[in-house]
């Protein structure tokens, strides 16, 4: 994934990520459209939480 990915939440809200180099951003926000969090990760940290993501699904 080169470019920024939107994942649109039950609730409204959305999880942007962005690859930035080697690492990511995770930008959540509500329904509202406010920020809620951003989060950095490497990729590792990335994976295992796509991982657990499809796991808990």
């Given at each position: 994934?080169?470019?920024?990915?939107?994942?649109?939440?039950?609730?409204?809200?959305?999880?942007?990520?962005?690859?930035?180099?080697?690492?990511?951003?995770?930008?959540?926000?509500?329904?509202?459209?406010?920020?809620?969090?951003?989060?950095?990760?490497?990729?590792?940290?990335?994976?295992?939480?796509?991982?657990?993501m499809?796991?808990?699904?």
């Amino acid at each position: 994934m080169n470019t920024p990915r939107t994942i649109h939440t039950a609730d409204g809200s959305t999880v942007t990520v962005t690859p930035r180099g080697i690492e990511y951003d995770l930008h959540i926000r509500n329904a509202a459209g406010r920020t809620v969090a951003t989060v950095e990760m490497n990729r590792a940290d990335y994976l295992s939480l796509l991982a657990e993501m499809r796991e808990a699904a």
